[in-house]
T-cell receptor, first 111, second 113 residues
Framework: KQEVTQIPAALSVPEGENLVLNCSFTDSAIYNLQWFRQDPGKGLTSLLL?????REQTSGRLNASLDKSSGRSTLYIAASQPGDSATYLCAVYSSASKIIFGSGTRLSIRP | DAGITQSPRYKITETGRQVTLMCHQTWSHSYMFWYRQDLGHGLRLIYY???????DKGEVPDGYVVSRSKTENFPLTLESATRSQTSVYFC????????????FGPGTRLLVL
């Protein structure tokens, strides 16, 4: 059974720092992985979608990597800003119905 | 406005009552999804639909019913609400799950007393 883990559960860093969020999964038979952002009381916003054949995706200050063989993905945020404060979730897709979310990392950027 | 909407945004009901949560999208996306989000469990897929009149179970379908007579609507019905169904429910739409981006609605907070 696929399990998705995100560590740490919470992270607080000063503004301007580069940071890495981690996502690990137990079954490498996935066809892709997606990172989302969730603001308090809101729905999820897609950040990056990585196909299983890809190693990384970039969007602005965000870079997500995928290593299927080791069951890991990282989300790199460069030059963090207070507006980046949110909960970040990764989701692993094994099929249309097999979508497993991690429990998220709650990120706080201190001004 | 274009997008994905959910109604109601907040709902309080009693055990045993039937409740229907509505979801509407204006993009004509093929796929639509219902998730629930609970502390300690994260987001879990309840049901999804690949097209009108095509629905399938997700991870936690028991106690829920869905239908999709039109591409743009995907209602979720709790036939006889239980306290364990107190949760935040999110609807999403997109292309093939995991191949194309999913777009989430703002959520419905449901409290079952």
């Amino acid at each position: 059974k696929q399990e998705v883990t995100q560590i740490p559960a919470a992270l607080s860093v000063p503004e301007g720092e580069n940071l890495v969020l981690n996502c690990s999964f137990t079954d490498s038979a996935i066809y892709n992985l997606q990172w989302f952002r969730q603001d308090p009381g809101k729905g999820l916003t897609s950040l990056l979608l990585i196909q299983s054949s890809q190693r990384e995706q970039t969007s602005g200050r965000l870079n997500a990597s995928l290593d299927k063989s080791s069951g890991r993905s990282t989300l790199y945020i460069a030059a963090s800003q207070p507006g980046d404060s949110a909960t970040y979730l990764c989701a692993v897709y094994s099929s249309a119905s097999k979508i497993i979310f991690g429990s998220g990392t709650r990120l706080s950027i201190r001004p | 406005d274009a997008g994905i909407t959910q109604s109601p945004r907040y709902k309080i009901t009693e055990t045993g009552r039937q409740v229907t949560l509505m979801c509407h999208q204006t993009w004509s996306h093929s796929y639509m999804f219902w998730y629930r989000q609970d502390l300690g469990h994260g987001l879990r897929l309840i049901y999804y639909s690949a097209a009108a009149d095509i629905t399938d179970k997700g991870e936690v379908p028991d106690g829920y019913v869905v239908s999709r007579s039109k591409t743009e609507n995907f209602p979720l019905t709790l036939e006889s609400a239980t306290r364990s169904q107190t949760s935040v429910y999110f609807c999403a739409s997109g292309g093939l799950a995991g191949v194309e981006t999913q777009y989430f609605g703002p959520g419905t907070r449901l409290l079952v007393l």
